[in-house]
């Protein structure tokens, strides 16, 4: 078992035992280690666990502790007070990061929709105003319930994820829904399919360019009764039915939530594994075939980093972003280390290093 973050490349088990599975438990965002990016390394594994929806064990829901705890309206604050709130005090939008300069550019589209709205920045990133004192740890503060009351007094929350990769869904997108604030999604370009209802979030893809962006956010901010109709589903209740099952069918806990079958993901993934692989013993028993399980790229693989221009116009993978190179030599890194792999013998890191640069080199002539 194989946690993708922590993976050595230089430490695999070689050679590889032809009836040795290898599982890949990934959870975290592409930019942690880039190379399941890529074909030739997420297609090594047997069985993986990943927020993919493809995945073997999907856990796309990984940051959602559960539906009571989404429609949860203790933190809710009527739209009047958001509205004096904002005469008094605060921008109309909120934005607390403080992993600046990712892959998904968000701190550039930050910036320049800050030329057509108030942003209140929290986080280090785009920093313009201080967290109070107790909650300024990242650890304890964001899950602290001041946390929530402070969200849920601003009538919008920027959403934004630090890469842009199908089912890539945090708590940034949950909290605010849960707070009672509108969130402005930049993340997943597949994320309307996992929300409450399909009017409960903002997405900035939808928009041509940030001016577009933020002239709809200024309409919804002069017009009460439009904003509200993205905060209706808080009393009608959760519409999506394929969030409902999803969620219902999951056999796995978040934060040590009670009443599912396994504490968490990380258990349940085990356990996933485990019934593979005494379903296979009990076929060879009965002298039929094994089934044989091998992932694919659709399991991970994410698209390479983005940035955007001077309108707020995405120019795509390779467009710019100071993360290009670190994602490009990732390419060549999964292709290197799946030809030692595949050659079955332990090799070093230099001699890795050097695969690397003769690939690099092929594809200069």
């Known amino acids: 078992m194989f946690y993708g973050t922590d993976l050595d490349h230089v430490d695999m088990p070689l050679p590889r035992n032809p009836n040795q599975y290898w599982g890949l438990l990934h959870e975290e965002s592409p930019k942690n280690n880039y190379i399941y990016s890529h074909k030739p390394v997420v297609t090594l594994f047997n069985h993986t666990c990943t927020f993919k929806r493809e995945s073997d064990y999907p856990i796309t829901t990984q940051y959602l502790p559960s539906l009571d705890w989404l429609s949860n309206t203790e933190y809710m604050v009527p739209t009047a007070e958001k509205n004096r709130l904002q005469k008094t005090e605060l921008s109309p939008l909120i934005y607390v990061h403080s992993d600046c300069g990712t892959p998904s550019a968000r701190d550039t589209y930050v910036e320049l929709l800050m030329k057509y709205i108030g942003i209140d920045s929290y986080g280090k990133c785009v920093h313009n105003k201080d967290l109070p004192p ?3 740890d990242p650890i304890q503060g964001m899950g602290h319930g001041d946390f929530y009351k402070l969200i849920s007094k601003y009538k919008f929350s920027l959403a934004f994820e630090n890469s842009l990769c199908d089912d890539y869904i945090t708590e940034k997108l949950w909290r605010p829904l849960m707070a009672g604030s509108v969130p402005i999604v930049m993340g997943s370009p597949k994320v309307k399919e996992f929300l409450p209802s399909n009017h409960s979030a903002i997405i900035v893809e ?4 940030v001016k577009k962006l933020a002239e709809y956010i200024k309409f919804l901010n002069e017009n009460d009764h439009e904003y509200e109709k993205y905060l209706s589903w808080k009393k009608t209740g959760i519409q999506n039915k394929y969030l409902i099952e999803l969620m219902k069918n999951r056999e796995w806990g978040v934060d040590g939530s009670q009443g599912t079958k396994y504490h968490n993901f990380i258990d349940g993934f085990e356990c996933f594994v485990c019934q593979r692989i005494h379903e296979n013993e009990i076929l060879m028993k009965q ?5 044989t ?3 694919s790229h659709n399991h991970y693989g994410c698209p390479g980093p983005t940035a955007y221009n001077s309108e707020g116009v995405r120019n795509g993978p390779e467009g710019g972003n100071s ?3 670190e994602f490009e030599n990732s390419r060549y890194t999964a ?3 799946r030809y030692h792999i595949d050659k079955g013998v332990p090799y070093t890191k230099t001699q890795l290093l050097a695969t690397v640069n003769r690939m690099k080199n092929q594809d200069l002539k």
């Open 293 to 295: 399980y091998l992932s």
């Open 323 to 325: 993360w290009d190179y």
């Open 134 to 136: 107790h909650l300024q």
């Open 335 to 337: 292709a290197a280390l």
């Open 206 to 209: 939808e928009f041509e360019s």
């Open 287 to 291: 002298g039929k075939k094994p089934r």
